[in-house]
Each structure stands twice: as C-alpha cells, then as structure tokens.
Antibody, heavy 119, light 107 residues
Framework: EVQLVESGGGLVQPGGSLRLSCAASGFTFNNYAMSWVRQAPGKGLEWVSLIRFTGVDTYYANSVKGRFTISRDNSKDTLYLQMNSLRAEDTAVYYC????????????WGQGTLVTVSS | DIQMTQSPSSLSASVGDRVTITCRASQGINNYLAWYQQKPGNVPKLLIYAASTLQSGVPSRFSGSGSGTDFTLTISSLQPEDVATYYCHKYHDAPQTFGQGTKVEIK
C-alpha cells in the first residue's frame, strides 16, 4: 500500500524558515518524480514544486522560486521542501504527491502538513 | 504560464442529474489534462487523466473529454457521494496549474 506521510509543519514568523519532510513507502520511490502541492485555508490547490526521480532536475512555481528548495534522499525514501523567507501568503496545508506512471500527474497524496506563517 | 479557468465555480443539482464542468486552458495543452475530486476534509483523488482516461476504480458515471484548450468533466448521474470540489490540472511540464475548482452540491 502506498503511503506518504508529511511532517515538519507548524507556526513560523514571517521571514522564517521551515523544512518539510515526506516519508514514502509501498512503492519504488526512486522510480517516480515527486511534488509538493499546497492548499491555503478554504482555497484551491496550488502546485508548488516537482523533482525528477534522479533528484537532478527541479521545478518551481513562480510564487516560491528562489525561496523554496525541493530535494529528495532516495536512500531514505524521503522527499523534502526547504522553505525560507516565509510570507503570510505561504500559509497552507502542504501535500506531498506521487506522480502517476504515465506522466507528471498525481495518483497518491499524503494527508498534508499545515504551515502557518504569522507573527 | 498557462492558466486554467474552470466554470462554473459552483453548482447545485439533483440526484440523477447530468452534471458538466468545463476547464479552459489559456493555450493548447494537447490532452495533458487531469481531473481530481476533493471531498470535504479529504485529500484530492485522481479521477481522469489524459483528458479522457478513467483512473482505475473510479465509477463509470465519470467521464472526460476535450483536447487543446477546452475540456469537460461529466457526471452522467449525480449521486450523493459526489458532493465535492472538482479541480482540473494541467500537467506534463512545469509550471503546472490547477483550475480554481468547482464545488458540486446536491439540490
């Protein structure tokens, strides 16, 4: 059974940093690209970032480019999101998502971790 | 960046009704379009990909169509368990984009 378990969310002040983790199990992690998708309270889904299975190629939404860094440790089956210079508008539930075998869409999602940016 | 515009933003229909949600891309995306269902308090669930391919385990009352810039999600006979928000998703390359969502309720 595929499982994605996020951790690392919490309350942080504007300008602060946070590192999210996503522990994956139930599939061959190093065969799949992985993404972070976020959802602000009461709002829609927003794609944040994607990393290819090798970890070499990474992609970001314009809203987080230069502030967030996605990475992965294939030896630990874990995905990360380092978030720096956090803003109030980064407040959201952050989901880890596994790509489908056919393309960069998402067939499994974690339960999410809440990041709140507030003073 | 390619923008995805869904309509309507919300709808109310009766059980058994045929429901249609549309998604328009600001430029052509071939058939790289997926649809997700998100029930209140739950994570998104993949329904359809490649514009019209039903994900395994999804009821056949859900169907998708379209190519290029205009896409449609259809629920042939609305059921109470279909109450949810539905999102289209442009994938295949980055940056990716989700539509703003369509909230479906029972009348």
């Amino acid at each position: 059974e595929v499982q994605l378990v996020e951790s690392g969310g919490g309350l942080v002040q504007p300008g602060g940093s946070l590192r999210l983790s996503c522990a994956a199990s139930g599939f061959t992690f190093n065969n799949y690209a992985m993404s972070w998708v976020r959802q602000a309270p009461g709002k829609g889904l927003e794609w944040v970032s994607l990393i290819r299975f090798t970890g070499v190629d990474t992609y970001y939404a314009n809203s987080v480019k230069g502030r967030f860094t996605i990475s992965r440790d294939n030896s630990k089956d874990t995905l990360y999101l380092q978030m720096n210079s956090l803003r109030a508008e980064d407040t959201a539930v952050y989901y880890c998502a596994k790509t489908h075998t056919s393309d960069w869409l998402y067939d499994y999602w974690g339960q999410g971790t809440l990041v709140t940016v507030s003073s | 960046d390619i923008q995805m515009t869904q309509s309507p933003s919300s709808l109310s229909a009766s059980v058994g009704d045929r429901v249609t949600i549309t998604c328009r891309a600001s430029q052509g995306i071939n058939n790289y379009l997926a649809w997700y269902q998100q029930k209140p308090g739950n994570v998104p669930k993949l329904l359809i990909y490649a514009a019209s391919t039903l994900q395994s385990g999804v009821p056949s009352r859900f169907s998708g169509s379209g190519s290029g810039t205009d896409f449609t999600l259809t629920i042939s006979s609305l059921q109470p368990e279909d109450v949810a928000t539905y999102y289209c998703h442009k994938y295949h390359d980055a940056p990716q984009t989700f539509g703003q969502g369509t909230k479906v309720e029972i009348k």
